[in-house]
Every structure is written in structure tokens, then in C-alpha cells.
């Protein structure tokens, strides 16, 4: 499914993304690598056995992040968007574990026409993310900037 025009975006809408995504070690330890992020907590099984509360490495948030983002373009965004504005509210309320799977659910909350910009409209969405067991894992409130339908299109 490609993304919506701003005109198909309506308050109170809830998308739940089909896509779900399993995350790998190598996700891990490849993401954290490619940010230059070297922390313990994500790369060591021994120091996150035996000096961390959770017992094993956890999934770098910023991959969360860019995961959640990520799974809700098709549903969203897709060919449709121009820029993302902006992220905030972004909440890790559980950590993921190698090998647990994420679903996301985006419900949208706002939309208005640009000021400055007539073929374009600010749309704000909140994602929420959860787990194979049904914890919410992650959440953002993302503003995408979007296109309005093109007249031929109407």
C-alpha cells in the first residue's frame, strides 16, 4: 500500500501495521557499530549478565526508534511524504531483547494545512510499539510534512 495524501489522514485514524519485525543480534550489534555506539549494554553478553538489572544485551533504542518509524512508512508515508518535522515524546517503556518481535500501531492525531507551502499539509501521528507478549516497548509523536493529492490524481 503506498502512504496517504494529506487529505486521507483523518484525527483519531489507527493504522495496525501488518509488518512485524523480529530483531537479531546482528541488527544489534550492526547498528550499534554503524553509530559508532559502543556501549556494554548492547554489544557484551558477559557485562550485561553480570552488571545490568536486565541479565542480556539490549536492542539499541535509537534501532527501536528507526524500527517503529520504519514498519509505519508503508501504511503512512510511502511516496507521499516530503520531510519528517520532527520526533518528541519518544518513550522506551520496556527494553527489547534479541529475538522479541515488534508490531506498531500509529494513530493520528492532527493535521493542518502548511502556511507556506499550498500543495502541502503538517500531519502529527503517534506510534506506539509492543512486543510479541503485548508491551509497549517504545512510542513517538512524529510530524511528517505531506503532500495534498495532485489535481490529476483527484
Keep these: ?41 548492547h554489544l557484551d553478553h558477559h557485562y550485561a549478565e553480570t552488571q545490568t538489572e536486565f541479565g542480556k544485551p539490549l536492542v539499541n533504542s535509537l534501532f527501536t ?11 503512512t508515508t510511502l511516496g507521499t511524504t516530503v520531510a519528517n518535522l520532527g520526533m518528541t515524546d519518544v518513550n522506551f517503556p520496556k527494553p527489547l531483547f534479541h529475538g522479541d518481535t515488534v508490531r506498531v500501531q500509529t494513530r493520528v492525531i492532527s493535521k493542518r494545512e ?24 517504545a512510542s513517538c509523536r512524529r510530524q511528517a510534512l505531506m503532500l495534498k493529492r495532485p489535481a490529476e490524481a483527484s
Design 1 to 41: 500500500m503506498a502512504g496517504l495524501y494529506f487529505e486521507e489522514f483523518e484525527d483519531g485514524l489507527v493504522i495496525d501495521h501488518p509488518i512485524r519485525r523480529t530483531i537479531t543480534e546482528s541488527d544489534n550489534t550492526l547498528f550499534s557499530a554503524m553509530t559508532m555506539n559502543p556501549a556494554a549494554l
Design 65 to 75: 526508534l528507526g524500527l517503529v518509524i520504519g514498519i509505519s512508512v508503508h501504511d
Design 114 to 137: 502548511s502556511k507556506s507551502r499550498p500543495t502541502q499539509g503538517i500531519v502529527t501521528l503517534d506510534h506506539v510499539a509492543f512486543n510479541q507478549h503485548g508491551d509497549e516497548v
